[in-house]
Structure formats: C-alpha cells, structure tokens
C-alpha cells in the first residue's frame, strides 16, 4: 500500500476551498479528469456522508463514497470501485487557515493489486500521476477561486 500527500496553499478562505473541493464537478475543471459527477447526494448534504461521487480520469474510472463530513475542516472518502481495479484504504482532505488563504493536504492510500508488480507498479507510475491529477486540481481551485475573491469580481 502507498501512501501519497500533496499539500497547496488556496488563496481563499476556509469554508469556499473546502466548498469547492467538497463538490466533484469541480474536478473536471483540469483536463485529466474527464467527468465528475455526484451520483448519490450524502446525508445532511449533497457531498455529506453517504454521498457517491463518480469520476472519469484519462487513467480510470472510479466511484467514490464520502465516510466523514466536517465543514469546513475535512472530509474522507473510500473508492469502492475503479477500473483499472485498485486497493483503497484512505482519502482524505484536510482544511486548515493559515496567512494567504488556506492549506489544502489530500493524502490516499492505495496500490495496484497485482501479484509481484502491483506494488512497483503502484510506487513508480500510479503515485506519480495521482499526485500529478491531485496537484492540478488543487491549482484549478486556486485559480478559480483566487480570481473570485480579486477586487471588483463579483462585487467584492
């Protein structure tokens, strides 16, 4: 099992960063994520406990399933399924204020079950380009919401 953590720095606040990474069709702002989709909206909240979220990747398909929901400081989730198949024990995005906006770190534990190669497989091509497709929609979020919150947009 390889764990992987990217961290940003989104120059928004707390409960925005948390808002727009909390709903997947966001993810489909960076060219590696072909769709995103709610399924199934969560308890409480459309991407509360419960909810099922659907991506397509240039790399796979997966879906998804929120286990903790805790505006706006975190929120947890498993892969219940993917294609190509994979071993899931942890995602999580964490929400933390600090000067310039806030601290995003979303870590994943996984590995390509594979008998002999899932682990080097895993290590040296999947973590790679997860923490590549995690980086750049993290920068779509800072993008995006750093421009929302400039002098004269959106009338602030």
């Given at each position: 099992m390889e764990t992987l953590t990217v961290r940003r720095v989104v120059a928004a606040p707390i409960a925005e960063v948390f808002s727009?990474?909390?709903t997947t069709t966001n993810y489909a702002r960076t060219p590696f994520v072909l769709t995103a989709r709610l399924a199934r909206p969560g308890r409480g909240a459309p991407y509360g406990v419960g909810a099922v979220r659907l991506h397509t990747w240039l790399i796979g398909w997966f879906r998804e399933r929120i286990t903790v929901y805790n505006p706006p400081y975190d929120f947890d989730y498993v892969v219940e399924r993917s294609f190509p198949p994979a071993r899931h024990e942890l995602g999580r995005m964490t929400f933390t204020e600090v000067p310039g906006g806030t601290?995003?770190?979303?870590?994943?534990?996984?590995?390509?079950?594979?008998?002999?190669?899932?682990?080097?497989?895993?290590?040296?091509?999947?973590?790679p380009v997860v923490?590549?497709?995690?980086?750049r929609i993290l920068d779509a979020a800072d993008a995006e919401l750093a421009a929302a919150a400039a002098p004269g947009v959106n009338g602030r």
């Open positions: 727009w990474c909390a601290l995003v770190v979303w870590t994943t534990a996984f590995q390509v079950p594979l008998p002999v190669v899932g682990a080097a497989l895993t290590r040296t091509l999947a973590k923490a590549h497709v995690f980086g």
